[in-house]
């Protein structure tokens, strides 16, 4: 259902991302000193992944205090001779990455789970009660005794006594070694930076390095100003460095954006509404030549990796094509806003990605398929203007006819009803669906992240 917008609580701001890009080459003398501060952050967390990614670091990993007492006493950032602005912005970083590996396993062992004919119900709510409270989890892994609170002792006792406990911690230590995986990255091009590292400036920034009382001068594209952690992107081989800021927006607010929308998207026109209207309509051609090309370069770097051609070249056109196809999207998703001005947005969830197929060449073309992006700057511009965005179910949706329900068919992008006659563009009619389950029963939430 729709909630008024009177009624609705917005933030007064909301965080987005902004990008800061140096206005000359970097020079090479220079460059090298930010890349010795990238693989010294790459260093300290591949540390933290071996020491805290494992099972025996849970009961350290949260709230991470321990960790940043342990690695002040473990004397790396000595050896190192890092500066602790960085050293322990590693540290958390590499904290923050591990908490997020522990939240993927427990999101497949619990689908497992969930496909599990051998439990009973009983077996399958005692592993998720241990799974949902970190003491029980990191215990039972630890192969420790469980101690809780006393309101948590009570529902653990309850819950153990309907099941063989023994049994089912067996179960979770195998399927968490067997699916739980020990972060590792090679990856030494860019590192986060606290506000005290850095210094505006002479129209650029002044980035703290490893020298006492040494910072390196970054002449910028724009003369804007940030008080905040950012983070430092490097691109040795183009001497580039992007500077990501996160900032917080004012959310606006527009009194003429009383209209609800539903929208169908597709990979050769990006949005097509419930009134047939069309935006993105070269996003297909965009697509496709990205696609073709990266198909073209794959197949001709394979066939001459034995003479190490590289791929600084293919890395530099590869990055201007995605920011090719990115500034198209957003452009059009900005003009759909300014068009259609909504009040409500409804679309349908999208599925992930399948692997297989019969055409290699169609399989290529839409793992390039923009979805995910589209869906999250789609997200980001309806927060931004106030714009409430509703996923709704998705199944048979486009088979669906829009004026009687029943179910239609499909030929050459157009949809025709056998039942009622209907006939339209198969977006559009898709578009239609999608509206009527959003204002209906088929509402899956609004998207708030």
């Not at 009624?7 to 220079?30: F, W």
């Not at 001068?217 to 100003?225: H, N, V, W």
Request: hydrophobic share 30%; aromatic share 10%; net charge positive.
């Amino acid at each position: 259902m729709c909630i008024p917008r009177e009624k609705r609580m917005l933030p007064e701001k909301i965080c987005k991302t902004v990008q800061q890009y140096n206005r000359e080459p970097i020079p090479e003398e220079d460059l090298d000193k930010l890349l010795e501060i990238a693989r010294d952050y790459r260093d300290v967390k591949n540390h933290i992944y071996t020491r805290y990614g494992g099972i025996s670091g849970l009961s350290k990993i949260y709230p991470g205090y321990t960790v940043q007492n342990e690695m002040t006493g473990s004397g790396l950032r000595e050896r190192l001779n890092m500066p602790s602005v960085y050293f322990y912005l590693a540290v958390f970083d590499a904290l923050g990455d591990i908490k997020s590996q522990w939240t993927r396993t427990k999101s497949k062992l619990l689908k497992l789970l969930n496909q599990n004919e051998g439990f009973t119900s009983e077996d399958k709510h005692y592993i998720r009660f241990l799974m949902k409270v970190n003491n029980a989890f990191e215990a039972v892994l630890n192969q420790k005794p469980i101690e809780l609170t006393a309101k948590l002792t009570r529902q653990y006792e309850g819950l153990a006594e309907q099941v063989d406990a023994e049994k089912l911690h067996r179960y979770l230590c195998r399927q968490v070694r067997k699916y739980h995986v020990k972060l590792h990255t090679d990856r030494a091009d860019g590192f986060s930076i606290a506000e005290r590292a850095y210094r505006y400036a002479d129209h650029g920034i002044y980035i703290s390095i490893k020298e006492k009382r040494k910072r390196v001068f970054i002449p910028l594209t724009d003369s804007k100003q940030y008080k905040c952690q950012s983070y430092v992107k490097l691109y040795p081989a183009e001497h580039k460095l992007e500077l990501k800021v996160p900032v917080y927006v004012a959310v606006r607010s527009h009194s003429d954006y009383q209209n609800q929308v539903g929208i169908a998207v597709g990979f050769y026109t990006m949005l097509t509404t419930d009134e047939g209207r069309q935006y993105g309509t070269e996003l297909g051609r965009y697509q496709t030549a990205f696609s073709d090309w990266l198909r073209w370069q794959t197949g001709n770097y394979n066939r001459n990796r034995s003479s190490n051609p590289g791929r600084k070249k293919y890395q530099a056109k590869k990055r201007r094509l995605e920011e090719q196809l990115h500034s198209y999207i957003n452009q059009e998703l900005n003009r759909f806003l300014q068009t259609e001005k909504p009040q409500t947005v409804y679309m349908v969830k999208l599925p992930r990605p399948k692997a297989g197929g019969a055409n290699k060449k169609i399989n290529h073309s839409m793992a390039q398929w923009q979805r995910g992006y589209i869906r999250r700057r789609l997200m980001q511009k309806c927060r931004e203007q106030s714009v409430e965005l509703i996923e709704v179910l998705g199944k048979d949706i486009s088979r669906e006819c829009s004026s009687c329900g029943a179910a239609g068919k499909k030929s050459e992008g157009i949809f025709t009803c056998p039942a009622c006659g209907y006939e339209a563009e198969e977006k559009t009619n898709t578009a239609r669906n999608v509206k009527k389950r959003g204002q209906g029963d088929g509402v899956l939430g609004a998207l708030k992240k």
